[in-house]
C-alpha cells in the first residue's frame, strides 16, 4: 500500500498533464510539469486537478476490474479465449493480479489532494467563488464515494483514506475498516455532496452525463443505502433523483441505439466519456471475423426472450455468441471495426435506479409498497416487450421477477454479481442456494465438488487483498477465505 499511493502526489502535475479526454472539460490541463509548492495556485489548477480524478478512472485497472469483478464470477459472462478461470470458478489467489486495488486508491488519492489543497489555491485566486469551490469538492466526493463503494462490495473491508499522501516522508501503513464504516462514510459524503453539485451543465450533455452531478451522486447514494439494507432511505434517494426530472426511460425501439451505441442517452446518469476508454469494453467485446469473441454470454437467457428488444441483436447475438450491447451496430448484426468501439462507460442509469427503488419497496418495513414495486419493475419490462409484467404481487414472486429483469436489462453492465450476492446475503444468507446454483453453469461432472466448494463459503464472495500489499503494510491482515 505504502509504494502505490505515496509516489502518487509526486506524479500528480504530470498526470494531470498527459491525461486527455473528448470533453472540453477534462481537457483542462496544467501546461508545464509543476512541481508541488508551484500548484494548487487558481481556479484552473483546481479544475485541471478534478479532471485529473475523472481521467484516472480512464485506466483499463480501473474500469476492467468494474467489468470483470461485477461479472466473471456470476453466471452471464464467460470468457471465449480462455484465462481467467480462477474469477470464473470464485477461485481467486491473493498473488492474482486482478485482484490489485492499486489504481482504485489511486483515483482516492487524487481524490483527497483536491480536497485537501483546493481552499488554499481559492484563497489566493479571487476570481475563485467559494460556490465554486465547493462544487470541485463535491465532485471529488462522490468520485471518492463511488470508488470505495466498488472496493467494499469486492473486498467488504479497506483501509478507508480519507486525507491526501501528500509526501515521501509519510509512514502509511493504514489498517482495513469494516464494511459498515465505509458504508457510513460513503453515505455521509454522498448526502453533504448533493448539495454542492451541480444539477447540469450547459456546456454540453457529455458534460452532464460525464461529470458528477446531482443525479449521479444520489445514483450512488441509492446504490450504497441498498448495499446497506437502509430501503427506506433507499426509496427516498432513488425518489429525490427521479424528481430532479432531467432522466427517464427511452422508448423501447431506440433501446439499443440511444443507450449504447449513441450513448448519453435521457437515461444516462454517469457516463465516462473518455476517448480511449474503448480499450476495456472493445478488448472484452469485439467480435474478430465472427470467429473469436474475448467474453460470450450465457446464450440460454437470451433464447427465452425473443420478442423483447434486449434479446437477439439487442443485448446478445446468439448465432454469434456475443455480446452485442457493446460491439453490435444496428439490427441488421453489423459489428463495429476494431477502430469504432467509442463506447461510454455507463455506470448507473435511469432502469437501474427504478428496479433498485423498486427492490427497496419490496423489502423495506416502513414504506412496503408492493403495488409501487409492480408499477416500477412493470415499467422497465414493458419498454422492453410492450405487454405489462405478468407476476403476482407478493413479495417473493416480485423479488423474483426483479432479479429476472434486472438480469435481462443491465447483463454485461458490471452488475450480475452484485445482485445475486445481495439477494443471497440478507438474512444470514438465507437464500445462498442463488450463489450454489451458479456452479451448475460453472462445473462438469469432473469439477464439481471441487468448484462446489469455492461456492459454499460466504467468506469466499469477496475478493483476496492482493499479496503484494499485505507484504508492504504488516497492518493489512487477508480476507478470512484466504488466510491459509
Not at 446531482?214 to 426509496?235: R, S, V
Not at 478488448?283 to 474475448?294: D, E, I, K, M, T
Not at 455507463?346 to 408492493?370: N, T
Amino acid at each position: 500500500m505504502k509504494k502505490s499511493i505515496i509516489k502518487i502526489f509526486i506524479m500528480v502535475p504530470m498526470l494531470f498533464a498527459t491525461l486527455s479526454s473528448c470533453s472540453d472539460y477534462l481537457d483542462l490541463e496544467p501546461k508545464n510539469n509543476l512541481i508541488q509548492q508551484e500548484f494548487w495556485k487558481n481556479k484552473e489548477q483546481v479544475s485541471s486537478a478534478v479532471a485529473g480524478c475523472y481521467a484516472s478512472m480512464n485506466q483499463s485497472g480501473f474500469t476492467d476490474r468494474v467489468l470483470k469483478w461485477g461479472e466473471l464470477r456470476a453466471e452471464m459472462m464467460v470468457s471465449g479465449s480462455g484465462g481467467l478461470e480462477n474469477i470464473m470458478r470464485n477461485y481467486m489467489l491473493p498473488s492474482d493480479g486482478l485482484t490489485n486495488w492499486s489504481t482504485f486508491y489511486a483515483t482516492i488519492n487524487y481524490c483527497n489532494l483536491v480536497l485537501e489543497f483546493a481552499d488554499g489555491a481559492q484563497e489566493l485566486d479571487q476570481t475563485f467563488s467559494i460556490a465554486e469551490l465547493k462544487t470541485f469538492k463535491a465532485e471529488a466526493i462522490t468520485i471518492r464515494s463511488l470508488a470505495y463503494l466498488i472496493l467494499v462490495k469486492n473486498f467488504k473491508e479497506v483501509p478507508l483514506v480519507l486525507t491526501a499522501t501528500s509526501t515521501n516522508q509519510i509512514d502509511f501503513y493504514p489498517a482495513k475498516n469494516t464494511e459498515q464504516e465505509i458504508l457510513s462514510q460513503i453515505i455521509s459524503d454522498l448526502t453533504l455532496a448533493v448539495e454542492d453539485l451541480n444539477i447540469g451543465y450547459s456546456q454540453s450533455t457529455a458534460h452532464d452525463k460525464g461529470r458528477m452531478t446531482k443525479g449521479a451522486a444520489l445514483a450512488i447514494l441509492t446504490d450504497a443505502y441498498l448495499w446497506n439494507e437502509q430501503y427506506t432511505e433507499c426509496i427516498d434517494a432513488a425518489q429525490d433523483l427521479m424528481d430532479l426530472g432531467r432522466y427517464s426511460l427511452v422508448n423501447g425501439d431506440e433501446w439499443f441505439n440511444s443507450i449504447f451505441f449513441e450513448g448519453n442517452s435521457d437515461e444516462g446518469i454517469f457516463e465516462l466519456q473518455f476517448s480511449d476508454i474503448s480499450t476495456t469494453i472493445r478488448n472484452s467485446f469485439q467480435v474478430a471475423n465472427l470467429n473469436y469473441v474475448a467474453y460470450q454470454g450465457m446464450s440460454e437467457l437470451f433464447r427465452e426472450f425473443p420478442d423483447d428488444v434486449r434479446g437477439h441483436l439487442g443485448t446478445f447475438d446468439r448465432e454469434n455468441s456475443a455480446v452485442f450491447k457493446y460491439a453490435g451496430v444496428d439490427e441488421t448484426g453489423e459489428y463495429r471495426g476494431s477502430d469504432e468501439f467509442y463506447n461510454n462507460f455507463i455506470f448507473y442509469r435511469y432502469a437501474d435506479i427504478i428496479l433498485m427503488q423498486a427492490e427497496a419497496y419490496i423489502l423495506s418495513e416502513d414504506k412496503k409498497d408492493l403495488d409501487a414495486a409492480y408499477e416500477l419493475i412493470s415499467s422497465v419490462h414493458e419498454r422492453a416487450v410492450s405487454v405489462p409484467l405478468d407476476v403476482s404481487k407478493d413479495e417473493s414472486s416480485l423479488l423474483e421477477a426483479l432479479l429476472l429483469e434486472r438480469q435481462k436489462e443491465l447483463a454485461f453492465e458490471g452488475k450480475r454479481w452484485y445482485d445475486l450476492l445481495r439477494f443471497a446475503r440478507r438474512n444470514n444468507f438465507a437464500n445462498q442456494e442463488l450463489i450454489i446454483n451458479l456452479v451448475d453453469f460453472k462445473a462438469g461432472a469432473d469439477d464439481y465438488e471441487q468448484i462446489l466448494s469455492y461456492y459454499s463459503d460466504p467468506d469466499s464472495y469477496f475478493l483476496p487483498i492482493y499479496q503484494n500489499e499485505i507484504n508492504l503494510n504488516d497492518n493489512l491482515v487477508q480476507n478470512p477465505f484466504y488466510e491459509n
